[in-house]
């Protein structure tokens, strides 16, 4: 079974940096974009960003342009959102996914991927 783990996460104080990791078990991940989504509480979850299959390009919601950024290690089947200058409004359990859809530049729809991890929380104080 292909079976996801984010971890980095914890608490920070506004402006501070984390950089989360997700680690793949069960199969490779090269060939498939994947993607971060995150949900703060009482909250729908909602789009981060994405990573293509390639690696070298990504995409971002616009509240964390410019702070967040994602990269990708498929020789270890790893995944990373480094995050810079964070807010309270980060605050969220973050998950990492995989793409069901080879070969693509990556989704912001949640439909689109097959594969999720547990989560990890990012608390941000204000």
């Known amino acids: 079974q292909v079976q996801l783990r984010e971890s980095g996460g914890g608490l920070v104080q506004a402006g501070g940096s984390l950089r989360l990791s997700c680690a793949v078990a069960?199969?490779?991940?090269?060939?498939?974009?994947m993607g971060w989504f995150r949900q703060a509480p009482g909250k729908e979850r909602e789009f981060v960003g994405a990573i293509n299959y390639r690696g070298d390009f990504s995409v971002y919601v616009d509240s964390v342009k410019g702070r967040f950024t994602i990269s990708r290690d498929d020789a270890k089947s790893s995944m990373y959102l480094q995050m810079n200058s964070l807010k309270a409004e980060d605050t969220a359990v973050y998950y990492c996914?995989?793409?069901?859809?080879?070969?693509?530049?990556?989704?912001?729809?949640?439909?689109?991927?097959?594969?999720w991890g547990q989560g990890t929380q990012v608390t941000v104080s204000s």
């Open positions: 069960g199969r490779p991940v090269r060939g498939y974009a």
């Open positions: 996914a995989v793409n069901r859809i080879p070969y693509t530049g990556g989704s912001a729809s949640s439909t689109e991927y097959d594969y």
